[in-house]
C-alpha cells in the first residue's frame, strides 16, 4: 500500500459493537426524516463519503468542543460512523428507507395495504 492509498477497510473499532452502531444509524436517520432533512443530508453524505478519513479526523480534532454540546457517546459513535464509507452507505440507505415508509404513510397506503 502506498503512501497516498485510502486504506478500502476501515480497523475495527472494539469500544463500540456493530449491533450498537447498527441501532445509532437507524435512530440517527430516523431523526434526520422526522426533522425532514433528508435531502440535504444524503446530498452531504454522498459528498463526503470519498473524504470520510478526513471527516473523522476533523471531528476527532473538535472532538472536546463538540462533547460539551453533544452526548460525548453519541459523538463517538458518530466519529466511527463518518470514519466508515459502509456506514455512510447504511446511513443513507435508511434515510431513504425512513422517507420511503414515511411518504407511504402520510399518503394514507400503508404497507398491509399493498
Not at 472532538?63 to 446511513?91: C, H, S, T, Y
Amino acid at each position: 500500500m502506498g503512501m497516498w492509498t485510502i486504506p478500502e477497510e476501515v480497523e475495527e473499532n472494539n469500544k463500540f459493537s456493530s449491533e450498537d452502531l447498527d441501532e445509532f444509524v437507524k435512530a440517527f436517520a430516523k431523526v434526520i426524516v422526522e426533522k425532514q432533512m433528508s435531502a440535504p443530508a444524503i446530498m452531504a453524505l454522498e459528498m463526503t463519503k470519498p473524504l470520510a478519513l478526513v471527516g473523522q479526523s476533523v471531528l476527532m480534532i473538535f472532538g472536546p468542543l463538540l462533547d460539551l454540546l453533544f452526548d460525548p457517546v453519541k459523538m463517538e459513535k458518530f466519529q466511527v460512523v463518518i470514519g466508515d464509507r459502509k456506514r455512510i452507505e447504511q446511513l443513507m440507505n435508511c434515510i431513504e428507507d425512513f422517507e420511503l415508509n414515511n411518504k407511504e404513510t402520510k399518503e394514507g397506503v400503508s404497507s398491509e395495504q399493498k
